[in-house]
């Protein structure tokens, strides 16, 4: 059988639904964005040593350049993260048609539940070949980890930042090992962020067999009825009971948006790939 969905294979005459707003893709633009900004100026800082976080430093214009800019990102962080907070806080208040604690353990949160949990179990034993795939309902279990890894790393790395970036005016009210810790904190949490974006969640999401070489659906926003049905089985199904599926019908992805999710995908790809490997060999290099 074979289970493909990738878009290339989709026509005109495929059925098309919207999956994701403009805003979304706006936030997750900027996610992009200032999550590459930040690994590229800010493992030249980490691994100052190697010959490569040297180079690449006085390329852009030296280390302290290089923190100029990393904070440049820091601050387009911050700006999507309360741009979502802001937008979460409108959806709760103003266009949620559910009572709160529905909405929130129901199938369009990203707030993890039970479901996830026997969603986990079923999908290792699908793996095994011990049991049938999992049907995943609007957001997947490994998709909703990805959200709440962001507001533990935002979280972290943040605060930590904004410490080491204004030490004078922390240091009136604070003692001297906390700004050693968010050092710790900041370096390492920002290394493990990499580490993940871009082996476990560039696999999920773009390189596992259904997908590959590139999910394009965080850029187009659309999926068609086939990915639909096949990938999110009971919001299909639900969508069809409850006469909303038409709703959210939309036009297939223009050309030259699939040209511009190629650009930044497979761009996004290579900075990934190769800071995987500076990472792992400035770590090698550490050891020795």
Do not use: C
């Not at 639904?17 to 590229?40: D, K, M």
């Not at 529905?102 to 699908?126: C, E, Q, T, Y």
């Amino acid at each position: 059988m074979n289970d493909s969905m990738h878009v290339d294979q989709a026509g005109l005459e495929d059925k098309w639904y919207l999956r994701f707003t403009y805003y979304h893709r706006f936030l997750h633009a900027l996610i992009i964005i200032s999550f590459l900004g930040l690994v590229l100026t800010g493992m030249p800082l980490k691994f100052n040593e190697s010959a490569w976080a040297k180079g690449w430093a006085n390329l852009l214009g030296g280390i302290q350049t290089a923190a100029y800019i990393h904070r440049f990102f820091a601050l387009i962080t911050f700006l999507y993260f309360f741009l979502h907070l802001a937008f979460a806080l409108y959806y709760i208040v103003r266009v949620r048609k559910e009572p709160f604690f529905k909405w929130l353990l129901g199938p369009n949160s990203m707030m993890p539940w039970i479901k996830d949990v026997d969603d986990i179990i079923a999908h290792f034993r699908w793996f095994l070949g011990l049991g049938e795939r999992p049907r995943f309902d609007r957001f997947t279990y490994w998709e909703k980890f990805d959200y709440m890894a962001v507001f533990w790393g935002v979280g972290i790395i943040g605060v930590s930042g904004l410490l080491l970036w204004f030490p004078v005016f922390f240091a009136k009210f604070m003692p001297g090992w906390v700004f050693n810790v968010a050092i710790i904190l900041h370096s390492d949490e920002a290394l493990l962020a990499a580490g993940f974006i871009f082996t476990i969640h560039f696999f999920n999401t773009h390189l596992r067999p259904e997908k590959f070489p590139l999910d394009f659906v965080i850029f187009t926003g659309r999926v068609t009825e086939k990915e639909l049905r096949h990938e999110r089985p009971l919001e299909y199904e639900r969508l069809v009971e409850n006469g909303e599926l038409e709703s959210i019908s939309t036009t297939p992805p223009s050309r030259m948006t699939l040209i511009w999710a190629r650009i930044v995908g497979f761009t996004a790809y290579g900075i990934g790939l190769i800071m995987i490997i500076l990472i792992v060999y400035s770590a090698i290099q550490e050891l020795h």
